[in-house]
């Protein structure tokens, strides 16, 4: 089955500097990769997501890359600021929809 | 539009007993997947429902089981309830299977 590795678990940056997260799968047939942040007491939020047609995708100072040939994807978080501090996971859809399988996580401060 | 909602926020219940958790789906959403979170993991996927019939499952045994509502609402029941079943209940809804699922803020159960 799919197996999704996630680097660092944490990290911790300078308000203003970029922050990069990768994930690995193992599935080449997975075919829709989000990511998902999730603040203290709450439910992972959706901020960028890829298919795997697409190398690149950005929004404002997210964006997300996809290495089909490695099988690997990054989250790019640019210009980074306090309330980016969160838990980011990574997520990979295989063709078998029936089991979505998450990173572990990665832990990212923000420090001012 | 009315987001993902969970019910109850918090819980706790002793070992053996049973615990029904519920779901209402976002507004135009007819898909409804269940995740546990155990403390400092990423998400693990329970099952799945798409139009009141369960569309996929993971590695789960049975005394986790779900019902989807014509109103694409959804329980979660978990029978003889362990210590390892501690965790946070996350709820997700999206248009169909494949598409992006949003998530609600949980249902946060101790098992004591």
């Known amino acids: 089955g799919e197996n999704v590795e996630q680097h660092p678990s944490t990290l911790s940056v300078q308000e203003g500097d970029s922050a990069v997260i990768k994930c690995t799968y193992s599935d080449s047939a997975s075919n829709y990769f989000p990511w998902y942040k999730q603040e203290l007491g709450k439910g992972p939020q959706l901020i960028i997501d890829i298919r795997s047609n697409v190398g690149e995708k950005k929004d404002q100072r997210i964006a997300v890359t996809l290495n089909k040939t490695a099988k690997h994807f990054s989250l790019h978080i640019t210009e980074t600021q306090p309330e980016d501090s969160a838990v980011y996971f990574c997520a990979v859809y295989p063709t078998s929809y029936d089991k979505v399988i998450f990173g572990p996580g990665t832990s990212l401060s923000v420090i001012p | 539009e009315t987001g993902v909602t969970q019910s109850p926020t918090h819980l706790i219940k002793t070992r053996g007993q049973q615990v029904t958790l519920r779901c209402s789906s976002q507004?135009?959403?007819?898909?409804v997947s269940w995740y546990q979170q155990a403390l400092g993991q990423g998400p693990q996927f329970i099952f799945q429902y798409y139009r009141e019939e369960e569309n996929g499952r993971g590695n789960f045994p049975p005394r986790f089981s779900g019902l989807q509502f014509p109103n694409y609402s959804s329980e979660l029941n978990v029978n003889a309830l362990e210590l390892d079943d501690s965790a946070l209940y996350l709820c997700?809804?999206?248009?169909?299977?494949?598409?992006?699922?949003?998530f609600g803020p949980g249902t946060r159960l101790l098992v004591l």
């Open positions: 507004s135009g959403h007819n898909t």
């Open positions: 997700a809804s999206s248009r169909s299977g494949r598409e992006t699922q949003y």
